[in-house]
């Protein structure tokens, strides 16, 4: 535990001398690229940690051996063949399983340093919420879908601009690495209308619908996707949803998203306000069938720009005339502080709690470097 509380201490420390005094586009890179390579070493580097760490250690390990046996595997389990080559081209390069899982953290972290060093209003925050929201967990375990996700990811451009067919582009590449990445041309309708509170009607109808009929919804998806129909007699399936309390912060999350959106009626922030209703509306679904949870990677990402842009809001309206200037001032400097105080206490809190459920396998950390 004590090195995931280390990283989360170090992205605040190392961010004064970078991001808050003196900030400048090439010291934001110098630092996301410092952090970065830290997170990536803290995933690549760790040995029997993450859920699926020794069923991909051990494919990967057919791989290199070239076992006659991996072919019928990855054909019984549905593994996709953007992976199976990307698999196939780590051995090429004459990696071992250690390189792989660091090969794949720097795939994954590294979209998510991209969207934070161009769209994020708070480099710093935005990384420090990559971690405790337990985003940077996932470099550990699901890993087909991460890798699909934070492909999907660099289409953010072509999403926000409604480039249609260059993003469709995008996802097909995220598809051949996990199908869930089908579920983003959806978004990208969704994405097209207008934000507002008939859209916040349409999430709360539709999504009460898919919560009250998820068993059938699910079993209409492996349908279109046989190649997951071993999920309907496995685990995955039967035993259920999460636990009500993984709600929490789902909730607050969307809650606040939506009491910034009534008070203070942001313009460009569509795509996010999206966003963090699908995540909510993937969790809410895991509170039947905990798999359906996984979905939440792809909309995940875009709460690292949202919540920051909120906090940016937290100003009061004060006239500009005499004293008052300089009242405005420091009204807005400690309600703004106050802001971000509590999001890292609470985001902090979060991440405790997710470490002692143990949430993606990643406690208690181990390395091939010790400790």
């Known amino acids: 535990m004590i090195v995931y509380l280390i990283i989360l201490a170090a992205i605040p420390a190392c961010a004064v001398p970078f991001c808050i005094f003196n900030p400048s586009r090439a010291k934001l890179a110098t630092y996301l690229a410092i952090m970065g390579m830290a997170l990536v070493i803290v995933s690549g580097t760790r040995y029997g940690v993450g859920d699926d760490y020794h069923k991909y250690a051990g494919i990967f390990s057919m791989q290199i051996t070239g076992s006659p046996q991996l072919g019928n595997y990855l054909d019984r389990h549905g593994f996709e063949p953007g992976f199976i080559l990307l698999m196939k ?24 340093l991209w969207l934070i060093y161009r769209y994020s209003a708070n480099v ?34 072509y999403l926000k601009n409604g480039k249609l067919w260059r993003y469709l582009a995008i996802v097909a590449a995220a598809a051949t690495f996990h199908l869930s ?13 207008p934000f507002s509170w008939k859209t916040v009607m349409f999430y709360a109808v539709g999504g009460s619908c ?71 509306l993937c969790w809410l679904a895991a509170d039947k069938v905990f798999v359906l949870q ?17 906090l940016e809001r937290c100003r009061v309206d004060l006239p500009y005339s005499g004293e008052s200037i300089l009242l405005r001032s ?8 106050a802001a971000m105080c509590l999001t890292v206490s609470v985001a902090f809190l979060y991440c405790l709690f997710m470490i002692s459920r143990n949430s993606y396998g990643v406690f208690p950390y181990r390395s091939i470097l010790g400790g």
């Not at 309390?245 to 999350?253: A, S």
């Not at 996984?294 to 909120?310: C, K, N, S, T």
């Open 89 to 112: 081209a780590m051995g090429a390069f004459g990696l071992n399983v250690t390189g792989m899982f660091f090969c794949m953290a720097l795939l994954m972290v590294a979209p998510v």
């Open 124 to 157: 710093w925050l935005s990384l420090f919420l990559y971690v405790a929201l337990t985003l940077y967990f996932g470099t550990m375990s699901l890993y087909r879908q991460q890798l699909a996700a934070y492909i999907a990811l660099l289409g953010y451009p």
């Open 181 to 193: 990445a089908l579920v983003m041309p959806v978004f990208f309708l969704l994405c097209r209308a």
């Open 210 to 280: 898919a919560y009250l009929f998820v068993y059938p919804v699910f079993e209409l998806m492996v349908c279109l996707f046989p190649r997951y129909g071993y999920y309907l007699d496995s685990g995955w399936f039967r035993m259920g949803g999460m636990p009500k309390e993984f709600l929490i912060m789902p909730g607050l999350l969307v809650l606040f998203a939506l009491l910034y959106f009534g008070c203070a009626k942001p313009t460009g922030q569509d795509l996010q306000l999206h966003a963090v209703c699908c995540f909510f």
């Open 294 to 310: 996984r979905f939440d990677v792809f909309f995940a990402p875009y709460l690292l720009l949202l919540i920051p842009d909120m």
């Open 330 to 337: 420091a009204a807005e400097k400690g309600i703004h502080a």
